[in-house]
């Protein structure tokens, strides 16, 4: 691990004026004595980052947090109000979509554009160009004018060109989001391939759920400011808090032991979250010390107590491996079932039967959730982010996270 900072910014700020309506600011143009009535927004406001070679970082926040911004500062298309930018290596980037290509010109014209602008010279292009048109597979559309592509077409080509340039700064605004999942998978190997060789990642997406996969760090912004940073898995559990916007209740659950005296789990979450109008408060299962036999079946037993009542409730489950891969998530809501209210001072059992937990021997964790939902507001009630740990035995000695049973027959000298 190298610690070389390739990327050093410090107390960044932008600002933008803003205007009440376009006469103003066609006043604002004509007269100076205007100038105070018009407001300054900040789309970044004092962020302080270093990035060491080779780290892969991802970026997450709400729409106008200033993602795009603060990476077209690092990127060096946007200049800070103030604050100072270093950023050491050769920078590629895919911005906002096409970034960099002009619509009128063909693919294979705007492959020896764009590599020009990352400062490859004509014939280190031409080297190349068979490679990046390739790994693009877009054909003979190469010879097209880039105006009459797709989406994804686009996206293909400049990431194929970005990739190419041997980037030590490899920056990506969300345009991997457009290609189709084949694509995606090839462009997280490439990725992957660069980093080994000590390319730098900053990657900004709306997918929170597969970020842990990708880097291993993030930030998040919120209203231009850097509330967070570490590890992924954090940064998207303080980004739901954030965008709920509901305090974390520390408050430890009472004893229930006398409830289930038996197989009752120790309930240790990472994260706990909600209104806490109603609580889960103890989870049981079929097995001992939470382990479960691989292919047989898990069943669950939790006891909810409300202390308000809860209408519109929707109870979800997640099952994670330990390194956070989703393994299953699926809640009432989305499966179409509709749920009693809780009323308030009541207690209730909840029972979940998986027929066939048919997962590979190692270490779970289940993440339970009520929550209600009201029109198209989702109001967490009791999220419990990882708070029971299972572990999953087998007989047999498959790898993998699930166990997809295969029957293999071999028939010798078959006719094709
Ligand atoms: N040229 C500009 N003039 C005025 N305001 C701007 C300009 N560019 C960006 N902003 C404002 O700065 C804020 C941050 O924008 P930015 O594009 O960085 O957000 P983002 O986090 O990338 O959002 P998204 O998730 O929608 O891509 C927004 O409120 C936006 O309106
Ligand atoms: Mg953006």
Redesign the pocket.
């Known amino acids: 691990m190298s610690y070389e900072v390739v990327i050093d910014i410090h107390d960044v700020s ?1 600002t ?3 205007f009440n309506t376009p006469a103003e600011r066609l006043k604002q143009l004509l007269f100076k004595r205007n100038r105070e009535k018009n407001g300054y ?1 900040s ?2 406001s004092k962020v302080s980052l270093k990035v060491s070679k080779g780290e892969k970082v991802g970026i997450i ?12 500062i690092i990127a060096g298309i946007l200049t800070p109000s103030s604050g100072n930018v270093h950023v050491k290596g050769r920078v590629a980037a895919l911005l906002e979509l096409g970034s960099g290509f002009n619509p009128e010109f063909t693919g294979k014209e705007n492959v020896f554009l764009n590599g020009a602008i990352f400062g490859l010279t004509h014939e280190q292009i031409e080297e190349k160009f068979d490679e990046i048109v390739n790994f693009s597979e877009i054909g003979d559309f190469i010879n097209q004018p880039v105006k009459t592509y797709s989406s994804g077409m686009f996206v293909r080509l400049a990431f194929s060109v970005a990739v190419h340039v041997n980037p030590e700064i490899l920056i990506v ?2 345009a991997l989001a457009v290609g189709d999942v084949f694509f995606q998978r090839k462009c997280f190997s490439k990725i992957d391939e660069l980093n080994r060789d000590g390319c730098t990642l900053i990657y ?1 997406t ?1 997918e929170l759920a597969n970020l842990k996969q990708v880097v291993n760090r993030a930030i998040l ?1 919120d209203k ?1 400011e850097l509330k967070f940073d570490g590890s992924p898995v954090d940064a998207v559990n303080k980004f739901y808090k954030n965008v709920y916007g509901i305090p974390l209740h520390e408050k430890k659950l009472d004893d229930v032991s006398d409830v289930y005296p038996s197989n009752s789990l120790h309930l240790k979450d990472r994260e706990r979250y909600g209104t806490q109008f109603a609580q889960i408060e103890s989870v049981i299962i079929n097995g001992a010390d939470g382990t479960v036999w691989s292919g047989k079946s898990l069943k669950l037993k939790l006891l909810i107590r409300a202390k308000d009542n809860v209408d519109f409730l929707v109870f979800g489950i997640r099952v994670k491996t330990k390194t956070g891969i989703d393994v299953f998530a699926s809640n009432t809501r989305d499966e179409g079932i509709i749920l009693d209210d809780l009323v308030a001072d009541s207690s209730y059992e909840f029972q979940l039967e998986f027929e066939n937990f048919n997962l590979i021997a190692g270490e779970y964790f289940l993440s339970l959730a009520l929550g209600s939902q009201q029109g198209d507001n989702y109001i967490p009630v009791d999220h419990r982010i990882d708070a029971v740990n299972l572990k999953v035995l087998q007989a047999e000695k498959s790898t993998g996270i699930t166990n997809l049973q295969p029957k293999i027959s071999i028939t010798k000298g078959a006719s094709i």
């Open positions: 932008k933008y004026r803003y927004f789309a970044l926040g709400r729409n106008g947090s200033g993602k795009s911004t603060l990476l077209q605004d969300e900004v709306h912004l231009g």
